[in-house]
């Protein structure tokens, strides 16, 4: 029922502001920007917003002061063409109201222009025809009335309406939006010197209507269908102030005419307007698939590439291992490098399993333990906030860090911890300060005047110092109650929040 009642309401006001009727031609006009509005009603809430529609015409046309049965007569010829229109176009898969697309454009010429309005006048002639059974100047002539002012409404109001719904979601950049307004205001100009009173001399013999396809025409090439449709809207209601007021270009055009070529005029130059524009957005909507295309390639290329370097590295920890049974005298050195080999290639298999290069922080920390813990029969156990999933290691960063946590793990298996069966591992995320931090806790004692912030010499963490990222990285070591703590606190740019699911 509020759908109902805002869609009346909202066609009423559009009518009232738009629907000026033509001077000697009763309540036929040229331009009724309410059919448009209306067809966008339908086309976004369906066709049961339809009486609403309905009730909101029949307003309209009474508030303007139409006798009961010709308010009626009218509103049936809206109401068919709404709903023909709008039954047609829901029903074509090319038409997307959020895709603008030459498909998109094409049906809504075809279906609403031609079949639509053209239904709508056949309703609204018949209402006529009993009403008052003849025809002033014939029936042809009021079938074209009839159907001129719908069909120009379809054309220019409908895709103003749609455009402005996708504009709110899709801001014109800032570029763009210096452009148009430029555009609008040489447009404004130029239309003010067209269609209004008579120019001064000297501009006289420039103010020809057929100036305004150029700014059309740069609009459709240049800023997209909103801004494009917009100008037509307000070049045709410029236009028909002149009709009405027998000004300007079109100012013997109702006596001549009876309206038909400021019609005809506003439906070429629409027509021009939208394909231009529906024709570049259809170039754009298939350089994006073009792109993402690529961008699917290039990612599967480069998962393939990760995924071998891990086969390769993991190829190279077996002839290692095998190493260290031939040679137990190096076993310790051996494992060292298994571990770090190990590191490299648990960040090379994640980069293969994710959509980026970029590989999630939990996951690395997860993969870098559970390879420790096999390395060196001592289990790691690993707490991580579920609130840390978002946060992601930069693709430049990740074999560093994952080195380094490999460091700190094996220097917490081998002073303590192995021998207690005991490494404690736990990874912390703050939003609000950017910082992640991973905490490597094993039983032991650490020298009581040693620097709290900076790495301490002849502990074998000597890697650790020239792995560190020189910038977003810093570790340091703490005692409590029996327990060495080693924290690795991440920042910007080693790390950073990703919203966007990953892929796997």
């Not at 025809?135 to 120009?152: D, I, R, S």
Request: hydrophobic residues 55%; proline residues 5%; glycine residues 10%.
């Amino acid at each position: 029922m509020p759908a109902l009642a805002g869609a009346a309401l909202l066609v009423l006001l559009v009518a009232q502001a738009g629907n000026i009727a033509a001077p000697g031609q009763g309540a036929t006009t040229l331009f009724v920007p309410a059919s448009g509005v209306a067809l966008a009603l339908v086309l976004r809430g369906g066709l049961a917003l339809l009486p609403g529609v309905g009730i909101g015409w029949l307003l309209a046309y009474a508030l303007a002061g139409e006798v009961p049965l010709h308010a009626l007569a009218h509103t049936l010829g809206q109401m068919a063409a709404v709903g023909v229109a709008g039954h047609w176009l829901r029903r074509r898969a090319p038409f997307d109201s959020d895709q603008p697309s030459f498909d998109m454009f094409k049906q809504l010429l075809l279906g609403a222009c031609l079949v639509g309005a053209g239904v709508g006048a056949l309703v609204a002639s018949a209402g006529h025809a009993l009403l008052h059974g003849a025809f002033e100047g014939g029936v042809a002539l009021h079938l074209a009335q009839a159907w001129m002012g719908p069909a120009l409404g379809f054309l220019l109001a409908t895709p103003l309406a749609l455009a402005c719904h996708r504009a709110l979601h899709q801001p014109m950049a800032l570029a763009r939006l210096r452009e148009g307004v430029l555009l609008w205001l040489l447009a404004a100009i130029a239309a003010a010197i067209i269609f209004g009173p008579a120019p001064a001399p000297w501009l006289a013999p420039l103010a020809n209507a057929y100036w305004m396809f150029l700014f059309v025409g740069w609009s459709g090439m240049r800023l997209g269908l909103a801004p494009t449709v917009a100008l037509l809207n307000l070049v045709a209601l410029m236009a028909l102030w002149g009709v009405y007021q027998r000004t300007g270009f079109f100012a013997r055009d109702i006596a001549a005419t009876w309206g038909f070529g400021y019609w005809s005029y506003l439906m070429i130059l629409g027509v021009l307007g939208l394909a231009l524009s529906s024709y570049m957005a259809d170039q754009q909507a298939q350089e994006g698939r073009r792109r993402a295309a690529e961008r699917a390639q290039r990612d599967a290329l480069v998962r393939e590439v990760h995924h071998r370097i891990k086969n390769n590295l993991q190829g190279i920890v077996g002839m290692l291992r095998r190493l260290d049974r031939q040679h137990p005298q190096l076993h310790e050195a051996i494992n060292q490098m298994v571990s770090q080999v190990h590191g490299i290639a648990v960040v090379h298999g994640l980069q293969g399993r994710s959509a980026g290069e970029s590989i999630v922080l939990a996951e690395l920390v997860q993969a870098v333990a559970q390879g420790m813990s096999q390395a060196w029969a001592t289990p790691v156990r690993l707490q991580s906030a579920p609130h840390c999933l978002p946060w992601r290691v930069a693709a430049s960063e990740a074999v560093p860090v994952a080195l380094v946590l490999g460091e700190l793990m094996r220097n917490a298996v081998k002073h303590g911890g192995q021998a207690a069966q005991d490494v404690q591992l736990h990874c912390s995320c703050d939003a609000q300060a950017q910082h992640a931090r991973i905490t490597v806790s094993n039983p032991g004692h650490w020298a009581p005047d040693a620097a709290r912030d900076a790495l301490p010499a002849g502990h074998g963490l000597d890697l650790v110092r020239l792995l560190l990222p020189r910038q977003g990285a810093r570790l340091t070591h703490d005692a409590l109650d029996g327990r060495v703590i080693a924290r690795l606190d991440l920042f910007h740019p080693v790390i950073c929040v990703d919203n966007a699911p990953h892929g796997h």
